[in-house]
């Protein structure tokens, strides 16, 4: 008799792509699913990480880790863009 645990490391393979790889997981009354092992070590998600969901078109859903932005570094890059902001300027690119 088979392990249970067995069968889900390994990966469902989609009758249309040899290349791609497909993984499962249960949901719970709550909504929560647990992301599989091969996915977390993909995209390097850890504990606390934020993952964003991105749905498409044609009913595919796209799953990757958030990468939160360095807003210091925005800020300062943002203070560094003021090169275009004289009045001289404004009147010579209104209109593009």
């Known amino acids: 008799m088979k392990h249970k645990a067995a069968?889900?490391?390994r990966p469902i393979r989609s009758r249309h792509s040899s290349r791609r790889s497909r993984y499962a997981s249960r949901l719970t009354?709550?909504?929560q699913a647990t992301i599989p092992k091969e996915i977390r070590?993909?995209?390097h998600l850890e504990g606390g990480d934020q993952i964003v969901y991105e749905l498409l078109s044609d009913n595919t859903v796209v799953v990757r880790k958030n990468t939160p932005l360095d807003l210091d570094?925005?800020?300062a890059l943002?203070?560094?863009?003021n090169e275009?902001?004289?009045d001289?300027?404004?009147k010579?690119?209104?209109?593009?």
């Open 78 to 81: 943002n203070k560094t863009l």
């Open 73 to 75: 570094y925005l800020n």
């Open 84 to 86: 275009w902001e004289s």
């Open 92 to 96: 010579a690119y209104k209109n593009l």
């Open 41 to 43: 070590r993909h995209l």
């Open 29 to 31: 009354s709550k909504y």
């Open 7 to 9: 069968n889900r490391k």
């Open 88 to 90: 001289e300027d404004e």
